[in-house]
């Protein structure tokens, strides 16, 4: 009998709900639970980011290697924050293009080969196709940085109430087919593909090894929760990748408030959780 399966590496804890925590906290309980990958996200206290700079990669980097960790994908924060790949003004569009260079670059400084990002979501009182032309020019810019410095972006849909641009998986093949980037690769949100009625199986059939990264949590379909806590069923999910031969990492966004108090609880549970399937 098949029985789903993962590995540990695959499993990549992320730091956006220990927010209310110390960054070195956060790396002594992934360490302790048995996490031996992380997905970055650069959000202050932690990681910070701006359109100006980056700053401490070197005492980042030098942590996390004291914690026998490594990054496999950064995330620069891109929903909450100013910055946006939909963005329409002047400056706002030159800050927001610095900001996601340095992201890069701090990628790159860190060792890390992906770094995440979404279309951004311009505004609702315009013209779709606006927001649209801004986002597709600004990922061929980031694009073509990225490659300059050795990382590859990982572009998620977001959900209709985050964003008019890239929402579905149709949304996500139209706007790779217009950038034509070998350093622009598709990845899987699993509450964003749920809320549009989609499936793990429909992004595999479209991209097969293309699809490089997943957020990989339960829902119900919204929220990024821990497995356990929404509808999905971790083991039929994990049968998936299995079948289509995915490799790549699980990043663990998990984001509703209830687990800001007690993060190391929650991330508790999500491994033992995972535990069940690991050899």
Same mark, same amino acid.
């Given at each position: 009998?098949?029985?789903?399966?993962?590995?540990?590496?695959?499993?990549?804890?992320?730091?956006?709900?220990?927010?209310?925590?110390?960054?070195?906290?956060?790396?002594?309980?992934?360490?302790?639970?048995?996490?031996?990958?992380?997905?970055?996200?650069?959000?202050?206290?932690?990681?910070?980011?701006?359109?100006?700079?980056?700053?401490?990669?070197?005492?980042?980097?030098?942590?996390?290697?004291?914690?026998?960790?490594?990054?496999?994908?950064?995330?620069?924060?891109?929903?909450?924050?100013?910055?946006?790949?939909?963005?329409?003004?002047?400056?706002?569009? @030159? !800050?927001? %293009? =610095?900001?996601?260079?340095?992201?890069?670059?701090?990628?790159?400084?860190? &060792?890390?080969?992906?770094? +995440? /990002?979404?279309?951004?979501?311009?505004?609702?009182?315009?013209?779709?196709?606006?927001?649209?032309?801004?986002?597709?020019?600004?990922?061929?810019?980031?694009?073509?940085?990225?490659?300059?410095?050795?990382?590859?972006?990982?572009?998620?849909?977001?959900?209709?109430?985050?964003?008019?641009?890239?929402?579905?998986?149709?949304?996500?093949?139209?706007?790779?087919?217009?950038?034509?980037?070998?350093?622009?690769?598709?990845?899987?949100?699993?509450?964003?593909?749920?809320?549009?009625?989609?499936?793990?199986?429909?992004?595999?059939?479209?991209?097969?090894?293309?699809?490089?990264?997943?957020?990989?949590?339960?829902?119900?379909?919204?929220?990024?929760?821990?497995?356990?806590?929404? @509808? !999905?069923? %971790? =083991?039929?999910?994990?049968?998936?990748?299995?079948?289509?031969?995915?490799? &790549?990492?699980?990043?663990? +966004? /998990?984001?509703?408030?209830?687990?800001?108090?007690?993060?190391?609880?929650?991330?508790?549970?999500?491994?033992?959780?995972?535990?069940?399937?690991?050899?």
């Amino acid at each position: 009998m098949f029985k789903p399966s993962v590995r540990r590496e695959q499993i990549a804890g992320m730091n956006i709900h220990y927010v209310n925590y110390s960054f070195d906290y956060f790396l002594d309980t992934q360490e302790r639970l048995g996490f031996r990958s992380i997905e970055l996200w650069c959000g202050v206290p932690h990681v910070w980011i701006d359109h100006l700079t980056y700053y401490e990669a070197a005492g980042i980097a030098a942590k996390i290697r004291a914690h026998h960790l490594e990054v496999r994908v950064l995330t620069p924060e891109n929903c909450l924050y100013p910055y946006q790949v939909g963005a329409k003004e002047p400056e706002h569009v @030159k !800050r927001s %293009l =610095g900001y996601f260079k340095n992201g890069i670059l701090m990628a790159e400084e860190l &060792g890390c080969k992906m770094m +995440e /990002i979404n279309s951004g979501w311009g505004y609702l009182n315009e013209p779709r196709e606006e927001s649209w032309k801004r986002s597709r020019e600004m990922l061929c810019a980031l694009a073509t940085f990225a490659g300059g410095h050795g990382v590859t972006l990982a572009m998620e849909s977001l959900r209709p109430d985050e964003s008019r641009i890239v929402t579905t998986l149709g949304d996500m093949k139209q706007m790779l087919k217009e950038v034509s980037s070998p350093n622009l690769k598709p990845m899987a949100d699993l509450c964003a593909i749920d809320v549009a009625g989609e499936t793990l199986e429909d992004w595999f059939g479209a991209f097969g090894r293309d699809l490089r990264h997943l957020h990989f949590i339960d829902g119900d379909p919204y929220g990024h929760l821990v497995w356990g806590d929404g @509808k !999905r069923n %971790l =083991g039929r999910l994990l049968g998936v990748l299995n079948s289509y031969g995915y490799e &790549g990492y699980l990043g663990q +966004e /998990i984001t509703d408030g209830r687990y800001f108090a007690d993060p190391a609880a929650a991330d508790f549970r999500n491994m033992r959780n995972y535990e069940r399937y690991m050899d």
